[in-house]
């Protein structure tokens, strides 16, 4: 892959965040350092870089696109609500699979994160009170 400005910078703003944000988040904090770039340029390195396995695309339900540069294999945890997502550390929720004839694997869980689980917390407070 031949060297480029662009397709560094693209990779820069998501190796800065944890957050796999989708291609429009991307695109406008790389126009802080490039300010002339394309969404549509954006979105071919996005592309390059996925294809040469330097950043991931996140499978989600989540409608949108999201990348993540934390390539090592780790979960994903997918909040229904709002569409965050957080990694997961799998050991911490015992999804692991040692058969020897596998290559890859990708696990997602659906559920509420802690920020959209606080006003239903509450609500339920009130309802019960
Ligand atoms: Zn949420
Ligand atoms: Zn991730």
Redesign the pocket.
């Known amino acids: 892959m031949r060297f480029s400005k662009q397709r560094e910078a693209v990779y820069e703003v998501l190796r800065s965040t ?1 957050t ?1 944000p989708d291609v429009a988040w991307i695109y406008n904090q790389t126009r802080k350092i490039i300010p002339n770039i394309s969404l549509g340029t954006v979105y071919r390195n996005l592309n390059e870089l996925a294809a040469a396995g330097r950043i ?1 695309r ?1 499978s989600c339900e989540c409608g949108s696109e999201r990348f ?1 540069a ?1 390539i090592q294999p ?3 945890f997918v909040c229904i609500k709002c569409g965050a ?3 997961v550390d799998a050991g911490k929720c015992n999804v692991s699979c040692r058969l020897d004839n596998v290559f890859y694997s990708e696990v997602t869980l659906y559920g509420i994160c802690d920020e959209c689980r606080a006003p239903i917390e509450q609500n339920k407070k009130e309802i019960q009170q």
Do not use: C, G, R
């Open positions: 944890d796999h991931k996140v993540d934390q780790h979960a994903h997502i957080t990694d």
